[in-house]
Structure formats: C-alpha cells, structure tokens
T-cell receptor, first 112, second 113 residues
C-alpha cells in the first residue's frame, strides 16, 4: 500500500546550520506531496506542497522538490533558526482519495 | 479569522464514561476528518466526512463514532472510552477531499484512566 517514510529524529542542529529532512514515499499513482509543521502545543500547519513531478514547493526559506525517479520529497533549509524547532511531517494525497497519508514525523531542535 | 476549533483542549476521564469532542470550522469546507496522533505512529485517520450526512471509516475507527448533521460541525464521540484511546486528537477540514490541503485544529489531549 501507499506509505511515507521519514528520517527518524530527533534532529539537533546549531543555529544557521543547513537542514535536510529526508522523505521517501511509496505510491501506485501520482499523488500530491506536502510538508506540514507542528509547533509545540499546536496543530499541524501546511508548510509547502508540490502537486506533480519536478515541482518545487517553498515557504519561509524551506524548499522541497518532488522527485518521481527517486520517490522523494526531501525538506531543506539553508540556515535554520531557533524558531524552526518543531515536528515536521511529510505526507501524500491523491486527488481521488479521501485521506492524506502522513509519515511518522521528525522532531527538529535548533540550539542557539 | 479562518480556523478549525476543537473543544475541550484537554480532558481526563475514566473508562466507560461517554464523551464528545467537538470540532467546528468556519471556512465552509466540505471535507472534515479526525486523526489521532501517537508517538512513533504519526497521524492516523479515525473517520472522515466528504459532506453533510456522508461519513466513512478511516484506518482506526474502532471505539469511535461521528456525525455530520451540519457542514461546519463534526463531533467525535467515544461511547465507552478505554485507556488505549489515550491520545492527542486532531480535527481537520479542507475545501474538498483530494488536492486541497487540510487545515488542522489545535488538538485535544485525552487521557482515559
């Protein structure tokens, strides 16, 4: 079945470091891909999305490119800040589907 | 402000005592869904609703009920809660299922003793 696999956390980085959080997926069709972020004590918020192969989603300095050949949607940011500390979820969604499939989440902690 | 609200935010209850967690959205969204979040398991869908009076099971529906009598509300009902339903619950809505992103409520932390 369809699934999303994320790198296990927690990930701890120093401020201004480069961030990569890996996400790979298994899908029988051509889903849309998402990154959601969950700040402490809050619900999930959409961070960025890509709806087809080779699309790049970007927001708040974060980027991810929909790679069909490697079935990946890795999240990157060039220079992280303490305020980026959160849990990040990769997810996929089919246009004909009734649900979004989430990865297990990756906790990111940024040291000042 | 466009939002999804849930109540209560925190609830401690005992086994077998019926409870309802309310969910309301003010965006005129057709699609609504309930998830539970458990450590290491990510979010798992409990129930969803494509529109008023249309609901269906998600991945983990056992022990839960829902209803969708109005477009804006989608309450989650636990008729006889058990300790394995201790979890963090999220309600979400979207314009419709499929390509539109989902908007999440702030979550309800439920503890069943």
């Amino acid at each position: 079945g369809d699934s999303v696999t994320q790198m296990e956390g927690p990930v701890t980085l120093s401020e201004e470091a480069f961030l990569t959080i890996n996400c790979t997926y298994t899908a029988t069709g051509y889903p849309s891909l998402f990154w959601y972020v969950q700040y402490p004590g809050e619900g999930l918020q959409l961070l960025l999305k890509a709806t087809k192969a080779d699309d790049k989603g970007s927001n708040k300095g974060f980027e991810a490119t929909y790679r069909k050949e490697t079935t990946s949607f890795h999240l990157e940011k060039g220079s992280v800040q303490v305020s980026d500390s959160a849990v990040y979820f990769c997810a996929l969604l089919y246009s004909s589907a009734s649900k979004i499939i989430f990865g297990s989440g990756t906790r990111l902690s940024i040291r000042p | 402000e466009a939002q999804v609200t849930q109540n209560p935010r925190y609830l401690i209850t005992v086994t077998g005592k019926k409870l309802t967690v309310t969910c309301s959205q003010n965006m005129n969204h057709e699609y609504m869904s309930w998830y539970r979040q458990d450590p290491g398991l990510g979010l798992r869908q409990i129930y969803y609703s494509m529109n008023v009076e249309v609901t269906d099971k998600g991945d983990v529906p056992e022990g839960y009920k829902v209803s969708r009598k109005e477009k804006r509300n989608f309450p989650l009902i636990l008729e006889s809660p058990s300790p394995n339903q201790t979890s963090l619950y999220f309600c979400a809505s979207s314009l419709s299922s499929g390509k539109y992103e989902q908007y999440f409520g702030p979550g309800t932390r439920l503890t069943v003793t």
